[in-house]
T-cell receptor, first 112, second 114 residues
């Protein structure tokens, strides 16, 4: 079955460390997105990519980096420059014919 | 970035009651979507609306695309405990640099008491 997979489900990071969150989709979707969600809050766009080897900053890109070397994959790195990284991170993809996003099940990142 | 005005922010209701929530925007959208997010999971698409004035049902859920293309509402009839979650509206832009990208509302947190 086609879908979008985020891993790991839970991630713990020490202060000062970089961590990378994985997002893989086998839906043959062109566009992929990363969102951050804080408790009881809405979705804030971090980065998005509408085509391989190209990506754009969203509303809260500082302290994050991404790559899009393959259509199927859009990893997000949370760098040490992100001062408050504890949050729920959601990845989504969108097909060529637009319409809604398909979301992954999320990664909960906690700084310890 | 632009966000939709979604209301109410939260609702506490008794099982069996009907629920209504809505979204408004200063911009026109070509598509309106409604998502539900359960705790610890990603949002799941409930209903997609593609035409102004369209009224669509999915079981106990009914949603409408406003005729001005700047608003949408979602109704849930006869709520049950498993309706608990966060409901998000989303609009898809008419073109330009926002083409394809969704704009989300802040979400409505729904709590249903048995």
């Amino acid at each position: 079955d086609g879908g979008i997979t985020q891993s790991p489900k839970y991630l713990f990071r020490k202060e000062g460390q970089n961590v990378t969150l994985s997002c893989e989709q086998n839906l043959n979707h062109d566009a992929m997105y990363w969102y951050r969600q804080d408790p009881g809050q809405g979705l804030r766009l971090i980065y998005y990519s509408q085509i391989v080897n190209d990506f754009q900053k969203g509303d809260i890109a500082e302290g994050y980096s991404v790559s899009r070397e393959k259509k199927e994959s859009f990893p997000l790195t949370v760098t040490s420059a992100q001062k408050n990284p504890t949050a729920f991170y959601l990845c989504a993809s969108q097909g060529r014919h637009l319409g809604g996003y398909t979301f992954g099940s999320g990664t909960r990142l906690t700084v310890v | 970035g632009q966000q939709l005005n979604q209301s109410p922010q939260s609702m506490f209701i008794q099982e069996g009651e009907d629920v209504s929530m809505n979204c408004t925007s200063s911009s026109i959208f070509n598509t309106w979507l409604w998502y539900k997010q359960e705790p610890g999971e990603g949002p799941v698409l409930l209903i997609a609306l593609y035409k102004a004035g369209e009224l669509t049902s999915n079981g106990r859920l009914t949603a409408q695309f406003g005729i001005t293309r700047k608003d949408s509402f979602l109704n849930i009839s006869a709520s049950i405990p498993s309706d608990v979650g966060i409901y998000f509206c989303a609009g898809q832009g008419a073109g330009g640099t926002s083409y394809g990208k969704l704009t989300f509302g802040q979400g409505t947190i729904l709590t249903v008491h048995p």
